[in-house]
């Protein structure tokens, strides 16, 4: 086995799915108990229950192989794009089968993220609100530490603006 970037093979990681292995097994039996009146019983055949712990090994093969060679697909399928990107058009016909239904709404996709992520919603939601009470935070932080000045100044203010008010 090949380790990758994105692996749960830390004991730490192996517990906690464990853990949630049985719970979720725990839990599914209690809810089966609980919803139907009477429990069922299922009977399979002698074929069926090898043809499921068939199915099972053979996923498990198939996944231990395709993790096995994901480097070398992967280094086959990117020097050879243009052929495997021939073989992909050949074999899902995408342009014939999507084109249609996909144009236009692909298009209002891009004006509404246009006009709603990138727009208004951008200056009320996301960092704007973080900005806006960061600022007024550091505004108030500066009138509570320079509190007597400015108090001082507005009543300065005031008294001139009632003078001009009054002989006017």
């Known amino acids: 086995m090949r380790n990758h970037c994105i692996n749960d093979y830390g004991k730490l990681i192996q517990k906690r799915i464990r853990g949630l292995f049985f719970i ?29 712990l068939f199915v099972c090994l053979l996923g498990g093969i198939v996944g231990y192989l395709v993790s096995y060679f994901y480097y070398y697909f992967y280094n086959f399928f990117y020097l050879n794009y243009n052929f495997t990107s021939f073989l992909g058009i050949i074999w ?57 000045k400015i108090y001082l100044i507005r009543f300065f203010i005031w008294i001139i603006l009632l003078f001009i008010f009054i002989y006017l």
């Open 92 to 148: 899902f016909i995408p342009v014939i089968s999507t084109f249609g239904m996909v144009k236009y709404p692909l298009i209002i996709g891009v004006s509404s993220i246009k006009s709603f992520e990138f727009g208004w919603r951008e200056i009320l939601g996301g960092q704007m609100i973080y900005n806006s009470i960061k600022f007024i935070s550091i505004y108030k932080h500066m009138l509570y530490f320079n509190n007597l």
């Open 24 to 52: 979720s097994v725990i839990a599914g039996s209690i809810i089966s108990w609980l919803v139907f009146p009477s429990p069922y019983i299922i009977c399979l055949s002698f074929y069926l229950k090898y043809l499921t």
